[in-house]
């Protein structure tokens, strides 16, 4: 990910911008956060956004601004980022992973339903790498046992499945904006998107100190909002977003035609009815240790996400699951592998990278 090139695109906007919010010292709230917010919900098309201090606080608000709380179940998939199961555990509630597709890596909407129980209480799709979830299969699970959809929609800013914007299809949707992410800040930030204007508002009282007035506390809350400095940068990035995303596609379709035909690499595929953003490539390869070390040694920052499906960590040992409860996350936890991929990639850059990696698959396959 190279975020210089990207901020050296905005920084005359981001300039202009700081110094009106330094001159006037509106540091927390005011016109820049507002405008920001408007902007984003117009942009996804939901009726409200508040902004949040990171994508975490914002899965933690939508879920307490829901009625999800102690005891309540939550299904979540098991191959995700921890803190989608970190929002769910503060807020006192339980957290059911349930298995991946095995062609998306996407939440199944058929272990999903078996998951259910009495005690469900919300279902919480995860938009991975830049795709949608198929959320139009789990409306009619959730439906039948009275949970509510949140989805965690950190990857997928500017995503659609079936015309519909990831971030509009539950009840409410939380958001990162952390650096490397499709739409970054200058640091940590997040948002809670909605179409409901009382959850909104229970929101924004959650996330100060439970207050709609100033010394007037209502319910006990917390401290997380989106301050104007960061504001300011995700607007600037906000007007380059379309743009930035069709890059990406564009960076996509590149590494499947020189990455195409290699045996040994599984690519990623988009899902028919998903307008993907490619927030990252990720791909399945064997001996994938290996194939990211060789990759590092060559200059390529491949990574891996995520090398520990959620009910494996040392932290949720306690849900009780051992190796073997979800075989394709815990498959595929062995095998991703991510290549470069962001907006500002050159062509020859990922030339260099396919060739490279290809090399390396071949000399991998002889010597097994």
């Known amino acids: 990910m190279d975020l210089k090139a990207q901020q050296r695109e905005?920084?005359?906007?981001?300039?202009?911008?700081?110094?009106?919010?330094?001159?006037?010292?509106a540091f927390i709230g005011g016109a820049a956060v507002e405008g920001f917010e408007n902007a984003y919900a117009e942009y996804i098309g939901a009726k409200r956004c508040v902004g949040v201090g990171n994508g975490t606080d914002a899965l933690e608000l939508a879920l307490r601004a829901a009625g999800v709380g102690a005891g309540d179940e939550v299904?979540?998939?098991?191959?995700?980022?921890?803190?989608?199961?970190?929002?769910?555990?503060?807020?006192?509630?339980?957290?059911?992973?349930?298995?991946?597709?095995?062609?998306?890596?996407?939440?199944?909407?058929?272990?999903?339903?078996?998951?259910?129980?009495?005690?469900?209480?919300?279902?919480?799709?995860?938009?991975?790498?830049?795709?949608?979830a198929f959320v139009e299969k789990l409306e009619p699970i959730a439906a039948s046992c009275g949970?509510?959809?949140?989805?965690?929609?950190?990857?997928?800013?500017?995503?659609?499945?079936?015309?519909?914007?990831?971030?509009?299809?539950?009840?409410?949707?939380?958001?990162?904006?952390?650096?490397?992410k499709n739409l970054g800040a200058a640091g940590d930030a997040g948002a809670v998107l909605t179409n409901d204007p009382e959850l909104a508002e229970r929101v924004r009282m959650l996330s100060t100190h439970g207050s709609r007035m100033k010394y007037q506390h209502d319910v006990i809350g917390m401290n997380s909002r989106l301050d104007a400095v960061q504001a300011v940068v995700l607007s600037a990035k906000l007007s380059h977003?379309?743009?930035?995303?069709?890059?990406?596609?564009?960076?996509?379709?590149?590494?499947?035609?020189?990455?195409?035909?290699?045996?040994?690499?599984?690519?990623?595929?988009?899902?028919?009815?998903?307008?993907?953003?490619?927030?990252?490539?990720?791909?399945?390869?064997?001996?994938?240790?290996?194939?990211?070390?060789?990759?590092?040694?060559?200059?390529?920052?491949?990574?891996?996400?995520?090398?520990?499906?959620?009910?494996?960590?040392?932290?949720?040992?306690?849900l009780g699951y051992g190796p073997g409860s979800f075989p394709v996350a815990e498959h595929s936890a062995r095998h991703v592998l991510s290549l470069p991929l962001y907006p500002h990639i050159a062509p020859a850059q990922q030339e260099y990278v396919a060739g490279t990696f290809r090399t390396i698959v071949k000399t991998n396959r002889r010597s097994l």
Do not use: C
Not at 11 to 16: E, I, R
Not at 80 to 107: K, N, Q, W
Not at 242 to 249: D, F, K, Q
């Open 241 to 318: 977003l379309v743009e930035w995303n069709g890059r990406r596609r564009q960076a996509a379709a590149l590494y499947e035609e020189l990455l195409s035909g290699e045996s040994g690499i599984i690519l990623p595929q988009q899902a028919v009815g998903n307008e993907d953003v490619w927030h990252l490539y990720v791909v399945r390869v064997d001996n994938r240790d290996h194939m990211v070390e060789a990759l590092n040694d060559a200059g390529i920052g491949a990574g891996i996400h995520y090398p520990t499906p959620v009910h494996l960590t040392k932290a949720y040992a306690h």
């Open 147 to 180: 949970a509510v959809i949140i989805e965690d929609a950190a990857q997928s800013q500017g995503a659609k499945r079936l015309g519909r914007s990831a971030g509009t299809l539950g009840i409410a949707a939380g958001t990162s904006f952390y650096p490397g």
């Open 75 to 132: 299904i979540i998939p098991a191959n995700t980022f921890i803190a989608t199961a970190e929002a769910v555990s503060r807020v006192g509630a339980i957290v059911v992973p349930v298995d991946v597709d095995p062609d998306y890596l996407l939440i199944d909407p058929s272990a999903v339903e078996a998951a259910v129980t009495t005690r469900t209480r919300a279902i919480m799709p995860v938009h991975l790498f830049g795709q949608t």
């Open 10 to 25: 905005i920084q005359k906007t981001v300039d202009a911008g700081l110094a009106h919010i330094f001159e006037n010292t």
